[in-house]
């Protein structure tokens, strides 16, 4: 005899809930997962009403899930968001040029502007280029670096005040498993965080952070999704490759893992002094940089200069000043600190200053001068 769903005890259970264990229908399936992810963006507080959110789309399953959950939500509970699609292009060849078909399609299908970003038009060089000149070692350095940049660019054209990615709980799990087995403290410390403020001081949020990547594809799957799922061109980062397969076979042993460790993360308090460096501007770009030149101007030089490794492996600071025309980060920087303001303070709030410098004392709002160097409200 067919099994009843667990939740509403009529219809037929068609699936296994891969994080709770749960038989469950479909319709139960779709209703539980996207109210989790509105739990996670209400718990989080990562919007205001009026934001204009940038949703960073690959065309892959998480990004494409997202934007279809983040549509359905804003329109469910009211959220007020503008939504824009914003791609990025690194010119990979048989790869992100056809994925990013998929997005155009999805810009139709879900009726979101779209904004396409390349590597061509920001840095002169195509990820292809780049294989060419350094070989497919290190060539996901080059690709990650300037992806988020890349991102945080298109964000600043769109003018918008947030971007969402579809980075999702095995994701961040990895991440906490990487930090821990290469000692990277500072990284373990901020890896759990669900929004950061991004490297141009732009939000970026994870809304998937407690959604399983197993979800994700049984919900794109059962939604019928039109998504991209061909694996990049150029090798993975093989160290992560390590760290996927050890969560995998954790899981597989105990399908709580994934979420055990990244409570675990959560929990993990880093001191202050292994903090990183508070961050700055690049001389070259006004991109923020712990360093005198960011990482993203130091890969290009080497680029540039035909020694590619200089930017790898050499300490951006040791780079010689430059004058280049200053992205205008500063206005990243100002719109973060008005939409952190908003959002801790709430717009009823009689404290009125948008990069906050402690002068309301507490009285009217809980300001305090931010960590980061940058001010603005937690
Ligand atoms: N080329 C891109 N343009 C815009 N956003 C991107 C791009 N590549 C990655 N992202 C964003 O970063 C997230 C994580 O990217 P990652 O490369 O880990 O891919 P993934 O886990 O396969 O995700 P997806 O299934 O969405 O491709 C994506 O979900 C997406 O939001």
Redesign the pocket.
Same mark, same amino acid.
């Given at each position: 005899m067919p099994r009843q769903c667990d939740i509403c005890q009529r219809a037929r259970a068609i699936i296994r809930r891969p994080k709770t264990g749960q038989r469950i229908c479909k319709e139960c399936f779709f209703h539980v997962f996207e109210t989790e992810v509105h739990h996670t963006i209400v718990d989080g507080r990562l919007f205001s009403p009026g934001d204009r959110v940038g949703?960073?789309?690959?065309?892959?399953?998480?990004?494409?899930v997202?934007a279809y959950v983040m549509k359905t939500l804003n329109e469910r509970y009211s959220y007020g968001l503008e939504l824009f699609l914003?791609?990025?292009? +690194?010119g990979i060849a048989g790869y992100?040029d056809d994925?990013l078909e998929t997005v155009k399609r999805n810009k139709e299908q879900y009726g979101l502007p779209l904004m396409i970003v390349s590597y061509e038009q920001l840095y002169g060089w195509s990820m292809d280029s780049i294989v060419e000149a350094v070989g497919r070692k290190n060539n996901c350095t080059f690709c990650g670096v300037f992806?988020r940049q890349?991102?945080d660019r298109g964000a600043l054209m769109l003018d918008l005040d947030h971007i969402?990615?579809?980075?999702?709980a095995d994701?961040v799990a990895e991440t906490i498993l990487m930090n821990l087995l290469r000692g990277d403290i500072p990284r373990l410390g901020r890896c759990t965080e669900i929004t950061t403020a991004g490297d141009g001081y732009m939000g970026r949020s994870k809304p998937f952070k407690y959604a399983y +990547?197993k979800e994700?594809v049984m919900y794109a799957y059962l939604k019928r999704l039109d998504?991209?799922s061909t694996e990049?061109t150029y090798s993975p980062n093989a160290y992560r490759g390590y760290a996927r397969q050890f969560l995998k076979d954790l899981e597989s042993v105990r399908p709580s893992a994934i979420i055990d460790i990244i409570h675990s993360g959560e929990a993990i308090k880093v001191s202050e002094e292994v903090q990183a460096q508070k961050p700055s501007s690049c001389e070259r770009c006004g991109y923020i940089s712990s360093n005198a030149v960011c990482k993203a101007c130091a890969l290009l030089e080497g680029l540039e200069r035909g020694i590619p490794k200089l930017g790898i492996s050499r300490s951006a600071k040791h780079f010689e000043r430059q004058a280049v025309e200053p992205v205008h980060f500063e206005r990243l920087r100002e719109k973060a600190h008005e939409m952190r303001r908003r959002r801790m303070c709430g717009d009823s709030n009689p404290c009125t200053t948008t990069s906050c410098d402690d002068s309301c004392h507490g009285t009217t709002c809980a300001c305090t001068t931010d960590d980061d160097g940058a001010g603005g409200c937690h």
């Open positions: 949703i960073g789309a690959s065309g892959g399953k998480d990004s494409t997202l914003l791609s990025v292009d +690194e992100r994925s992806r890349a991102l969402v990615t579809g980075h999702n994701d +990547e994700i998504y991209f990049c």
